[in-house]
């Protein structure tokens, strides 16, 4: 199971020789007493908050000066990714991020007005977000729900926060694995669509697990199965897809940090650094397993590679949902 024990794991790779150490401060004394921006492209209260304060908190400890949170939402998460390839190198302004604006948004735009491979310095993936598919109680089981679904095609109806979400994209993806139509009735967000299972309107939906964490553990939402590798330590009894047989049916929704391209090596080096010593931090275990966050590999090259795979994946899945740039 993925838990503490996991992320845990990880104090091996603070082995490496720190760039940022002794002084509390970065190469060549960044910040320079300066408040640097730590821009996130959703609205403020989700998630990538609780990422961010992780990174922050660390940051802080490594490098002293003052690290803000600057809420930049809007147009699938690239108005904030956009800001951030435009602005100075300087290290003032970084980026907290997802694959939304890495390698989904670029299915949806024509004129993203970025490269998501060439106009960041990429310096590492933070955490992946545990996800669940969640029903009405009045289904008790996968097989159930897609027995049900093929009996009656079109009868069964999931939610989503939007056309070519990660929710959406995960279930045609199962629905092409398993050979059934289903109904698809886009929310505003997970809130909403929750609301409407929760109501029997609506059966189910693949959900991020903070939002759903609640009223699974309290029995008014069912979860069916977990798209990840191994179960998830927090609710050890949800099957994965793999024990249903839907073994390449796997999530692919993650947080990363970046920065503007030509950001200086030595303080490139320093952040990845921080970023390993920040997600290994005492403080840090509750609200990482209380939102669900799993660890990823840690490094650039990491982040550039998934960004590479999500790409690839991606460009099929939106295809088959139809979705063309706007």
């Not at 490269?115 to 977000?129: C, E, I, N, R, V």
Request: glycine content about 10%; overall charge positive.
């Amino acid at each position: 199971m993925l838990g503490r024990r996991h992320v845990l794991g990880l104090v091996g790779s603070l082995a490496l020789p720190s760039v940022a150490r002794a002084q509390g401060r970065g190469p060549d004394g960044w910040p320079h007493g300066r408040t640097v921006s730590v821009v996130i492209p959703f609205t403020p209260g989700g998630g990538t908050d609780v990422v961010a304060r992780v990174v922050m908190d660390g940051f802080t400890e490594s490098f002293g000066g003052n690290f803000v949170m600057e809420h930049r939402p809007g147009a699938t998460t690239t108005v904030g990714a956009r800001h951030v390839a435009r602005a100075r190198p300087d290290g003032l302004t970084l980026l907290v991020g997802s694959n939304s604006a890495f390698s989904q948004a670029p299915f949806a735009y024509r004129n993203l007005g970025y490269d998501p491979l060439t106009d960041f310095t990429h310096l590492s993936l933070l955490f992946a977000s545990a996800y669940l598919l969640v029903a009405n109680p009045k289904w008790q089981s996968f097989g159930q729900m897609i027995d049900a679904a093929k009996k009656a095609p079109g009868s069964i109806s999931y939610g989503t926060w939007g056309v070519g979400s990660t929710a959406h994209l995960l279930m045609l993806d199962m629905n092409a694995r398993t050979g059934t139509e289903m109904l698809h009735v886009p929310f505003g967000g997970p809130a909403p669509a929750l609301t409407e299972i929760l109501a029997g309107r609506v059966d189910m939906m693949f959900t991020t697990f903070a939002p759903a964490r609640g009223h699974v553990l309290d029995g008014r939402l069912k979860a069916l199965a977990a798209p990840h590798e191994e179960r998830l330590a927090a609710v050890p009894n949800v099957p994965t897809t793999a024990e249903l047989g839907l073994k390449d049916l796997l999530v692919s929704a993650w947080w990363c940090l970046a920065a503007p391209p030509g950001l200086s090596a030595p303080l490139a080096a320093a952040l990845d650094d921080s970023v390993r010593r920040a997600v290994v931090r005492p403080a840090a275990q509750k609200p990482i397993e209380d939102f669900g966050l799993l660890p990823l590999p840690l490094g650039p090259a990491a982040f550039v590679e998934r960004i590479k795979k999500d790409l690839a994946l991606n460009a099929d899945l939106m295809r088959r949902a139809g979705i063309v740039p706007e």
